[in-house]
């Protein structure tokens, strides 16, 4: 059984996750994202006004602190701004966080260690999207924020690229 979970996952993500969605109208897109990490919890602004709301999924090690280096499957924390985003995507869409900065990337290498990278915003992983909603039930990433690929797909659409995301405990 496992085997064919993983075969079907690996044969799904080479499909990726299909055309992304035209960019919303200039007055629908988000100026600032912020994560609220202890409530599960993401929001769009557009100056002070929050437009959209998204339950989220974080790393399997969100609740113990920042992301300090490669593999601790924690989330970021801090200001970061997207910085690119992926259409084929192994997730449904994905758009990049620029996690390490380079406080953290010289932290690191201070301590000896990988900082990390590729985190991102992202749907499910393709083929896995009728599990919809009931991927919140746990922290599952290995860092990145997770939301269901109906959301991505409204949040591809309304953040466009260099928009800040502030990441909150």
């Known amino acids: 059984m496992a ?3 993983f075969a079907y996952t690996k044969v799904m993500a080479r499909i990726g ?5 035209a960019d919303a109208p200039p007055e629908q897109r988000a100026d600032l994202i912020r994560v609220y990490k202890s409530e599960r919890r993401m929001v769009l602004f557009r100056g002070d006004a929050a437009i959209s709301t998204y339950q989220i999924s974080l790393g399997s090690a969100a609740d113990a602190g920042p992301k300090h280096r490669e593999g601790d499957e924690k989330t970021p924390e801090g200001r970061y701004e997207i ?7 192994v997730a449904h869409l994905s758009l990049h966080i620029s996690y390490p900065n380079p406080n953290e990337r010289h ?5 000896g260690y990988p900082p990390g ?3 991102m915003i992202h749907g499910l992983p393709n083929g896995w999207g009728l599990l919809g ?5 746990w922290d599952w990433t290995d860092g990145c924020i ?3 690929d109906a959301e991505m797909r409204d949040i591809w659409a309304r953040v466009p690229d260099h928009t800040p995301i502030d990441i909150m405990p």
């Open 17 to 21: 996750s299909g055309s992304p969605p």
């Open 146 to 148: 997770a939301v269901t």
């Open 107 to 111: 932290e690191a290498e201070v301590n």
């Open 117 to 119: 990278g590729s985190i």
């Open 83 to 89: 910085d690119w985003r992926n259409p084929k995507s």
């Open 133 to 137: 909603e009931a991927h919140r039930l």
């Open 3 to 5: 085997v064919s979970l």
